[in-house]
């Protein structure tokens, strides 16, 4: 029991669809009950949009304060951007607004974009994101229907592969900075190539010196939780 109240951190294998806030809570509510206590602290580095999977640092007890040594570490992601259609939040969360012609991009402009994207670049953050702009989320407003100016900001992307295939949807591999938003690189890798781009797939495989092979499902942990803590 007082294992996990000095504090813990485990990685946690975020599943499909569940936001970092759905894991947060799972796990917690799990520990109080079996611990019966009324509150436990427990708090993530680096939010998953719900449609990603992959890599969450699960914080527990007195690690939370670990949360912010552990939030600067490099980021690694696999995922699929599709050529030739957006959407308003980059992603599969908002249906397709737009298409756009494929027939002209080849290797070698492919290439020459991933190469673009490369290095210290300025994005800006999808208007369906986290983003905080006076005070609101930016997805609020989004949601809204207002219009918002997402201000523009720099992140370096060290590592940046692509197998095209599977042409139009292109496979990659990216390793970058903190507050990095891939959706943004999708978004951005589309409309250098005069064309359209979505992320239609993400998974986090490396955050710091945490990495995908040491995580565990939510129920995975909670199972570790029901056989560690005797009361």
Known sequence: MTDYQAGKTVVVDKPFGWTS?????????????????????????????????GLLILCIGKDTKKIDQYM?????????????????????????????????????SLNKTKLALTGVIHQKPPVFSAKQIDGKRAYEFARAGKEIEMKTVEVEIHQFSIDDSRFPEIDFEITCSKGTYIRSIAYDFGKLLNSGGTLIALRRIKSGDFSIENALSPEEIIHRIQAEIAL
């Open 72 to 108: 600067p570490g490099l980021k690694t992601y696999t995922g699929t951007i599709l050529l030739g259609k957006t959407t308003p939040s980059y992603d599969l969360e908002t249906e397709f607004d737009e298409v756009f012609e494929t027939k002209h991009i080849d290797s070698d």
């Open 21 to 53: 806030f759905d894991v947060v809570n799972k796990i917690r509510w799990n520990l109080k009950q079996k611990l019966g206590v009324k509150n436990i602290k427990v708090g993530h580095a680096g939010t998953l949009d719900p449609l990603a999977t």
